[in-house]
């Protein structure tokens, strides 16, 4: 059973910082290309970063300098490191994973609510 389990998200500031965690399971985490997506209300699901198996990262233009997207294979855990945070930004933050198979798979979403 494939899981991708979200963390880390809540209520933060404008300025402040998050990390994001992602668990997953049931995959060869490995050979899957990650990705953050988030989706606003009203707004369609866009692509915050991805990282490739080989860790190459791209990221959406108004997060780049911002977001930081990291993966550690040891652990099956891909991260989202958030800073300067604008309420912009407020979402429903959702991990992705796809590969080569053409497997894909979602975690169920965690809020991000940046706010004074």
């Known amino acids: 059973q494939v899981q991708l389990v979200e963390s880390g998200g809540g209520l933060v500031q404008p300025g402040g910082s998050l990390r994001l965690s992602c668990a997953a399971s049931g995959i060869i985490f490995s050979i899957n290309d990650m990705g953050w997506y988030r989706q606003a209300p009203g707004k369609e699901r866009e692509l915050v970063a991805r990282i490739t198996t080989i860790a190459s990262t791209h990221y959406l233009d108004s997060v780049e300098g911002r977001f930081i997207i990291s993966r550690d294979n040891a652990k099956k855990t891909v991260y989202l490191q958030m800073n300067s945070l604008k309420p912009e930004d407020t979402a429903v933050y959702y991990c992705?994973?796809?590969?080569?198979?053409?497997?894909?798979?979602w975690g169920q979403g965690t809020q991000v609510t940046v706010s004074s």
């Open positions: 992705n994973s796809h590969n080569y198979r053409g497997e894909e798979y």
